[in-house]
């Protein structure tokens, strides 16, 4: 190896490896992307073997410095005191007693009437697919608008709610319930909703910390159910006050529920105080007062209060990966949809369908997503299988086009060149712009982009060989010594697709497959100028920019955006740094002059290619005191160009799901959960000795230790009802996931610094680890149930 492509391979893969390549005279070839050839594969197995034995010396010396010097120690429990002791008998032997009598009195217990019964209830997004015009229809299923008689309503409720349990002898009841049954279908049926509630928000303003501008807050439905409880329900139907309070209660809390969990009814139906409830006192046995109960209860939420929310309200969120639900009013969601659609096809966005006797895409739909005082077109297809393998193929052309001309470089690899221009620039004052493109996919320029597609392939071969490669990504575990087998086009013009820092090999060529270069350019054709959209039975053609939501959109907007910057920005490349991730742009530079041309540049935008950049988006320190930039989930200081990474202000009810998967037990889930990493967004650059100071890495870790413990916890309370029989599990899993996530940041401290003393290495261990348990005792110290196992710890 050359020297240049030898000093790489050290800042990748560590010293130990370059020299075991220069020993054994492994020559490997690299690309402007930061990936590694091997000869063939059986050198690439060899490397890999290599790699694999340094990470596994690697976690020999942490082992090492776990068993030198632990920096947590149980306390003592056998060194009581006499009077200790006896205390600790007393309470075990008062715990014995309670357990006794809790397994004898199971049975007088009402939840013992309830077992198995499916007393879970949820509430579903309403569908965001265009258009669903329809305001405050009643569906067929509602009891309360299709029943003619009190009686009716009793009956459905008896044989269509919890249909396992069959109760044969309720008529007793039925002269006492009916009339409270027909009086609440009455008020139903008088009781003008929609009128109530635009008097309840008739003052109703925007909130700057709202996800939307149309979002109705919380307090405002809690509001109007209050009001519907008030008006509408009898007070008869719960016996007193104190328990249609309870229900009240319940709804409120079933409204801020996380759209993945499901609302548990079973701790309400207990709560109650069913000897006030007077329709129930005619039924012969307790267990069938209680049954009957329960179904009442699941009715009246799933068939009363839950139904009135989705007639009344658009159920959605602003994204699929936050979990908090988004109330929008019916009325007004259908004029968010009508001036959607209007604007697309006035603006030629939206045009009428032309028949062709080629291929054409598959037809689609929009699915509109709440966004600020806009929404977010996402758009749905279903390709068949055939459909499917042409536009993968499509995908791997245009993502090697793209990284061949514009490269594919990080942000951890941008900020190195930004930190080597901080200590040569002569200035000390730094200036940073960032903003994000307005309406990215929409804004594009069809003809521009598919003329950008043909320029990019003009010096290809008209006939292209897609080979195969083994590869090896230097981030899998050590335990996978499997190679990867992938499907590149081979061509001297073309880059593979692969990250910076991977190893691969190329296969033999008797089994490539030749692809025309002209029927690649023909799929794209269409896939830019003929996609087809379905709204209502109307079907149109995107007639501007790219629809966002299909495998093509992203490397598209790539394309087309590289293009203009690089087109457009030259200038300011000579005096600075310009990274971009998506539509998400930033600007550093030492001289001011360029900073003030830069800002300029992106308020007036690029008429040309149709590129505008979000005003209200676009932040700056030229000529205000601010000290910090964010980007792409980073805040980065303007003074010291230290990063940090930014953590989201929603609750951690609605970002800490866990989807119980192939047939996992839910213990194997809530660890696999707990140990995750990437949420706390320790990448390499944050902990970068050469990007933050010791101080502001302390302030990082700490800052992720009181997450992970937060998380946690949030974990804890939706996973498991019955913390006390899982309490002693759940916290071995805390303990084992403390020492693996302090592995993990070590290892990559070691990145940093492979000549780092063992002595240093068993310091950073034991504070990386006493952060992690102060936060948890921190955060747990309220929970009475985690509170003991928590203080038989102690920290040197």
Same mark, same amino acid.
């Given at each position: ?120 209830? &949820? ?117 007193? !006050? ?22 548990? !009814? ?8 069913? *000897? ?26 799933? #068939?009363?209060?839950?139904?009135? !929310? ?48 080629? =291929? ?40 090697? !086009?793209?990284?061949?001309? &514009?490269?594919?470089? *990080? ?63 230097? #981030? ?72 966002? #939501? ?69 932040? *700056? ?135 780092? =003393? ?5 310091? =950073? ?32």
């Amino acid at each position: 190896m050359d020297k240049r492509t030898s000093k790489s391979v050290k800042q990748a893969f560590g010293t130990n490896f370059q020299q075991y390549c220069e020993r054994h005279k492994i020559i490997l070839k690299q690309d402007k992307c930061g990936t590694y050839m091997a000869p063939n594969a059986d050198v690439l197995t060899e490397c890999i073997d290599v790699l694999d034995h340094i990470k596994l010396q690697i976690n020999k010396r942490l082992r090492k410095i776990e068993r030198l010097k632990p920096p947590l120690k149980p306390k003592d429990n056998k060194n009581y005191s006499n009077k200790e002791n006896k205390e600790h008998k007393k309470r075990l032997h008062k715990q014995k007693e309670e357990h006794v009598f809790r397994k004898k009195s199971k049975d007088m217990l009402p939840n013992a009437f309830f077992i198995d019964l499916s007393l879970q209830i &949820y509430v579903y997004d309403t569908s965001p697919i265009v258009p669903s015009y329809t305001i405050h229809t009643a569906p067929k299923d509602y009891i309360l608008n299709t029943a003619k008689t009190g009686n009716e309503i009793y009956e459905f409720i008896i044989q269509n709610v919890l249909k396992k349990v069959n109760i044969s002898n309720y008529e007793s009841s039925v002269p006492f319930i009916v009339p409270l049954l027909q009086q609440l279908q009455k008020r139903h049926k008088n009781f003008h909703y929609n009128r109530v509630f635009k008097q309840l928000t008739q003052d109703l303003k925007f909130n700057e910390k709202s996800n939307c501008i149309h979002e109705i807050p919380i307090k405002h439905l809690r509001s109007f159910f209050n009001f519907i409880f008030a008006n509408v329900v009898p007070l008869g139907l719960f016996g007193k !006050l104190t328990n249609l309070k309870k229900v009240r209660k319940a709804m409120s809390h079933l409204l801020i529920t996380p759209r993945f969990k499901s609302f548990d !009814l079973l701790p309400l139906i207990l709560k109650l105080d069913i *000897s006030s409830i007077a329709w129930l006192k005619n039924l012969q046995t307790l267990k069938t007062q209680w049954l009957v109960l329960a179904k009442f209860i699941k009715w009246f939420f799933t #068939g009363f209060l839950i139904k009135i !929310l989705c007639i009344q309200f658009h159920v959605t969120t602003v994204s699929t990966r936050n979990y908090q639900r988004l109330y929008i009013t019916r009325s007004n969601w259908c004029s968010v949809q009508r001036q959607f659609i209007k604007k697309k096809i006035l603006s030629n966005a939206l045009q009428p369908e032309v028949k062709y006797k080629q =291929w054409t895409p598959p037809i689609g739909t929009f699915m509109l997503r709440p966004k600020g005082s806009s929404v977010r077109p996402i758009f749905l297809s279903k390709y068949k299988e055939k459909d499917k393998s042409d536009i993968r193929i499509v995908f791997k052309f245009l993502k090697q !086009l793209q990284i061949t001309e &514009y490269g594919e470089t *990080s942000f951890q690899e941008k900020w190195k060149s930004v930190m080597k221009l901080k200590h040569t620039s002569k200035t000390k004052k730094f200036y940073l712009i960032s903003s994000d493109v307005k309406d990215a996919f929409g804004s594009i320029i069809q003809g521009h982009l598919y003329n950008i597609i043909r320029s990019l392939s003009k010096n290809l071969p008209k006939v292209l060989l897609i080979s195969t490669y083994a590869v090896k990504s230097a #981030g899998k575990s050590i335990d996978n010594n499997t190679l990867c087998y992938k499907e590149y086009f081979s061509n001297g013009n073309l880059q593979l697709p692969l990250s910076a820092g991977t190893l691969y090999a190329r296969t033999s060529h008797s089994n490539s497959l030749r692809m025309q270069k002209r029927w690649l350019l023909q799929r794209i054709r269409k896939y830019i100028f003929h996609q087809r959209v379905q709204v209502g039975k109307q079907t149109y053609i995107i007639g501007k920019g790219v629809v966002q #939501g299909t495998m093509l959109s992203p490397i598209l907007s790539e394309i087309y955006y590289n293009f203009v910057l690089q087109k457009q920005m030259t200038l300011f490349t000579n005096r600075g740094e310009i990274i971009r991730y998506v539509d998400d742009i930033l600007y550093i530079t030492d001289n001011e002059v360029f900073a003030k041309q830069f800002l300029q540049f992106v308020q007036e935008g690029i008429p040309q290619y149709n590129c505008y950049f979000k005003k209200l988006k676009t932040q *700056s320190n030229i000529a205000n005191s601010t000290n910090t930039i964010t980007y792409i989930g980073y805040n980065i200081n303007c003074d010291t160009l230290e990063v940090e990474p930014k953590y989201t202000n929603t609750r951690l009810q609605y970002i800490a799901r866990l989807s119980i998967k192939n047939n996992l037990t839910v213990m194997k889930c809530f660890e696999k959960r707990v140990c995750s990493m990437p949420c706390l967004k320790l990448s390499k650059v944050v902990l970068d000795s050469h990007v933050n100071t010791k101080k502001t890495v302390t302030k990082i870790l700490q800052q992720a230790c009181l997450l992970q413990a937060k998380r946690t916890q949030a974990l804890r309370r939706q996973l498991f009802n019955d913390v006390q029989q899982n309490a002693r599990r759940i916290f071995i899993i805390i303990k084992n996931s403390n020492i693996k996530i302090t592995k993990y940041i070590l290892k990559i401290l070691l990145t940093f610094h492979e000549k780092m =003393w063992q002595s240093t290495q068993r310091i =950073w261990y034991k504070k990386i680890l006493k952060m992690l348990w102060v936060s948890y005792k921190n955060i747990f110290k309220k929970d009475k149930m985690f509170k003991k196992y928590f203080q038989k710890i102690y920290i040197q």
